[in-house]
């Protein structure tokens, strides 16, 4: 009897998995996605996954790619490397797309990148920002963001033009993000006559950054750069102003200083700080605010770079499939080195300068948040808002 | 006679597994559970013989790791030399830490190991010229394909096992279990249990710092997070350990195929077949089921863990004896 | 000078928090001689109790306290008696299998708490999150200030309590000798259920007077059960006054290593400090003095 039933089950369960296997087959082009779904970045993920959906469903409704509809296959990279790894593996050898996109953490990014060379899978990285990932002379690699060197550009000629610091001190979470950010924008600052005090790492989650604040605020720096996540972001700016400590100004290089989420948890200590930033849905792009309303209408929360620059990824990969003269992988490469295309996130044509291959180049933007809103400041063409410097003490407010 | 049959016929299994399944995805999957037959069997060898509880094994992975790593970027050596010599260095480290630390008995010996893998990460991390710190390393494969990391992965967990085999059956094997049964005791036998213990971690760190030399020259990339993680790598390394069976030969093997496998399948929503049902049926249901699915599968080890200890406590190979006993139950119960 | 002061007093009021997180443990390891790596994930549950109080009910996290705290003790109490107790039975070659569970348990708690909550960083602001008052230029956090407070508060509590009453001088007999203990006519398997619940209610404490001040996700546990343990050994084991010099020690060597070494090791001056009190002072605080 039992074995009856069995057999029964088992004969059932093949013929669900081949329906399933045969149905997904045939029409559909697949392209991969490899995102932090799961694990402590998952937030990022999410915003990127969700964009990456509305955007192949725009592309499909309106043709997909000669008639045949974009499939994403996305895995979950968990936030480890080795996780990526494996991921963009079954990626390659089981789900054989032809194309990958993705990529949030610079260290799962380089791991995956690094494969994606090997087995000679296009693949255009949306967020991970380490420099190294294109600086490896890859050529199936492809980046849309900005590496993060880069993302202080516009932070660099407002300081240049408007601040005129002599000292900066400069503080970073030691992940890959973070110690990159950090050294290059040291090297920057030397080189623009700004002399560094002190460029100091922590690991993120720490409760108190206290005593590393009085060290900061005894050095008496002209401003504060610092490359943190969300949480980080927000304890360094209210626990500076339980200290009192009141340099020219506060700077953050991006991530968790441009989120909402910053704003609520630090409260009013976030007045006035200034961060660098890649994108804003006032900015002259063509569907910029259309993509942030939809996006806030469709799933209730604010969407900002990261959401940008994956919309825009699944775009630009829509079309290089339709260019490429096969639909291989190295046919998708050699259309992705011909992009030449507007998108929500800016301009995207992969070019080589400096050390750098296949990388796209963007200006960045200043934003300071005043009245608990991310205000574009600099450069002034695309101000949403007059800048406000000096910013008053703490205790005036 | 039956015992060796089914070993041989297991091996010539494996000689002959990635020529049959082709599939990278599945190669790949089978050399981590290679990888793991190693670290698990070098675990062990340590925890599970001896007594000594290791859980910082993340330790000597890390260190085997670095090594490879270190040989390519700092002196140009082929990554490749990094395996033997990443066993060594983690022999070095295990030589002056156990010296240091066996005085320490049972949980407070654990903890130090514990101690000594967050110790080992933050220094990576911060001692940027060296290491580069969280930026990481990254060394090219020499191989495209993944057969030959395969076998050099099955070779590396047939010595594992090989070693583990005939050292349990030498006088060294008893001497280790005599530590764990009643060290003091031991000592007041004659035996130099300072010595074992030494000789058991450094045989342990050797395999667990071979596999962290393979891990750099299959993955890639490492960085300090990665290779000296607490939770990847030296709880899982206890999860193998014991889940397979401790103080078992077959054990770590055991262990090690089922939490790569759990991981897997709940990652990837039983390899996929979740989200293509709910792909093809369209039910809201299956796509939140295999959402779920793959968030749970930390989940799923930590419940595996409570239910093995409580109820497999010697793992599937120590306590296979109850396993069938249920098993024969069971199927008397449905006839 | 206003540098050193000011560490100074950072480190002393962040110690007074990491005393309560040190007490429960040490009253466990002290009692079950079991290291209960799932400390701070206990810690966890907690300030995600005082976290939905918060927002749903708004109820003040100081308040909060006196729901936060039993429902640990009860929490405690469940995992004692059905996951904790019965291990003393299961024949196992392994006898750190206490440990291993706990760490099962641990993993459990985040996963579920990931599972409710996902991994969103939660916060809770008051109008004292960030408060702070200056005495002589130096400043004083009013949150951390009150968590100190409280941390002494309950600390004599705790101490009166083990010393003046009849449970809590069993659970001292059973920590200095169970067998004894249990030929004195001490129910020992109680006297464990009633110890974990008490351990469990102290670093329950601990999260809902930090919450206001830091945040919250599923993994939070972790850097707080080392700290616990790194404290139950410095102090020594089962010595509530040897958890409180504990506590202050890492708070102060975190504070000024963190100022005059840099914040990349705060981490490990602590574990540096467990090394070294293992290898050179093994009982501890406690041993140097008679407590």
Known sequence: ?397 | MKRSFGTLLLLAVLLVFPWVLKDAYYQHLMILVLMWVAIGSGWNLISGYTGQVLFGAASFFGIGAYTAALLLHKLEISAWWGLPLGGVAAVLLAFPFGWICFRLRGPYFALATLALNEILRNIATVWESLTEGMVGLLVMQTFVSKIPYYYIALGLAVLSIVLVDVVMKSRWGYYFVSIREDQDAAESLGIDTRYFKMVSLCLSALLIGLAGGLYTNYMGFIDPKVVFSLHDISIMAILVGIVGGVGTVYGPAIGAFIMVAVQEVFRTGGFGLLPALGKTTGWPFMTTLSKYVSEAHVLSFGILVIAVILYLPNGIVGDWSSIRRALIFWRRKAA | MEVFLQTLVAGILKGGLYALIGLGMTLIMGVMGIINLAHGQLMMVAMYVTFVLFHYLGIDPYTSLLISMPSLFLLGVLIQKYLLNPLMKVESILPENQVLMTVGIGMVLTEIARFIFTSNYLSVKTSYSSAAIFVGGISFSVALTIAFIFACTLTGILFWFLIKTDLGRSIRAVSQDGEAAQLMGINAERIKVVTMGIGSALVAAAGTLLLPIYYLFPDIGGPFTRRAFVITILGGLGSTVGAIFGGLTLGLAEAFSSTYMGMEFEDMIGLVIFVLVLLFLPGGLKSLTKV
């Not at chain 1, 968990?78 to 996109?101: C, F, H, N, W, Y």
């Not at chain 1, 980080?232 to 200290?243: G, H």
């Open chain 1, 1 to 397: 009897m039992n074995r009856i039933v069995f057999c029964l089950f088992t004969t059932v369960l093949v013929a669900l998995v081949s329906l399933g296997l045969v149905l997904a087959a045939g029409d559909p082009i697949k392209v991969g996605v490899v995102l932090p779904l799961t694990g402590e970045q998952a937030k990022f993920g999410e915003i990127e996954k969700n964009s990456f959906v509305m955007g192949v469903e725009e592309i499909n409704k309106s043709g997909g790619i000669n008639g045949r509809p974009i499939d994403l296959m996305m895995e979950d990279d968990t936030g480890k490397p080795d996780v990526g790894r494996s991921a963009i593996e079954k990626l390659i050898s089981q789900d054989k797309v032809i194309v990958v996109t993705g990529g949030y953490s610079s260290s799962v990014t380089y791991a995956v990148s690094a494969a994606a060379q090997q087995r000679k899978i296009p693949f255009l990285v949306t967020t991970g920002s380490a420099d190294k990932i294109t600086e490896q002379g890859w050529d199936y690699v492809f980046r849309i963001g900005p590496p993060v060197s880069e993302y202080p550009k516009a932070l660099n000629s407002f300081l240049a033009e408007v601040v005129k610091p002599k000292t900066v001190a400069i503080l970073h979470e030691n992940t890959l993000f973070g110690q990159s950010g950090s050294k290059e924008f040291a090297q920057q600052c030397e080189s623009t006559g700004i002399k560094v005090l002190m460029k100091e790492g922590y690991e993120a989650g720490a409760v108190d950054f206290k005593p590393l604040l009085i060290k900061v605020k005894a050095a008496k720096p002209d401003f504060v750069y610092m490359i943190s996540y969300i949480m980080d972001a927000a304890l360094l700016m209210r626990q500076s102003k339980e200290l009192n400590f009141n340099p020219k100004l506060f700077v953050g290089g991006g991530a968790g200083f441009t989120l909402p989420e910053f704003a609520s948890n630090a409260g009013d200590a976030a007045e006035y700080v200034f961060s660098a930033d890649l994108w804003s849905p006032t900015l002259p792009y063509t569907g910029a605010k259309e993509y942030f309303d939809n996006y806030l209408k469709r799933f209730n929360t604010p969407t900002e770079y990261h959401g940008a620059q994956a919309y825009s990824s699944i775009y630009v990969v829509a079309d290089a499939l339709k260019r490429a003269k096969e639909l291989t992988p190295e046919g998708v490469r050699e259309a992705l080195t011909a992009t030449d295309m507007m998108t929500v996130f800016g301009p995207v044509k992969f070019v080589s300068y400096e050390k750098k291959k296949q990388q796209n180049s963007l200006p960045t933007y200043l934003v300071q948040w005043q009245k608990g809103v991310l205000e574009t400041v600099w450069p002034k063409n695309v101000a949403t808002k007059p800048y406000v410097f000096p910013v008053s003490e703490w205790s005036q407010r």
